[in-house]
């Protein structure tokens, strides 16, 4: 059974810091890219950050460049987001993804968590 459950989730005033945390089980992790996405109220969902199965290449959006690192452990099947420098427009709920193009395309989601950035 496949499983992404996201965490770190919180109440985070502007300024300051979430790490987030993605475990996967189910599926052979180190094959998959991962990436992360957000969608706040009223808003479709984006993509934040993205890392290759290696982790050797990251990209993210424009949006979040300089202040959020994406990392990956394949020894513990699991994908972070360091958010740091945290404004309110990042409040959101942030959603991993697992995706796989080979011959085929296949992806996979997490459940969400939240993300709130206020004073």
């Known amino acids: 059974q496949v499983q992404l459950v996201e965490s770190g989730g919180g109440l985070v005033q502007p300024g300051g810091s979430l790490r987030l945390s993605c475990a996967a089980s189910g599926f052979t992790f180190s094959t998959y890219a991962m990436n992360w996405y957000r969608q706040a109220p009223g808003k479709e969902r984006e993509l934040v950050a993205a890392?290759?199965?290696?982790?050797?290449?990251?990209n993210y959006a424009d949006s979040v460049k300089g202040r959020f690192t994406i990392s990956r452990d394949n020894a513990k099947n699991t994908v972070y987001l360091q958010m740091n420098s945290l404004k309110p427009e990042d409040t959101a709920v942030y959603y991993c993804k697992a995706e796989i193009r080979k011959s085929y395309y296949r992806d996979y989601w997490g459940q969400g968590t939240q993300v709130t950035v206020s004073s």
């Open positions: 890392i290759t199965s290696t982790g050797r290449s990251t």
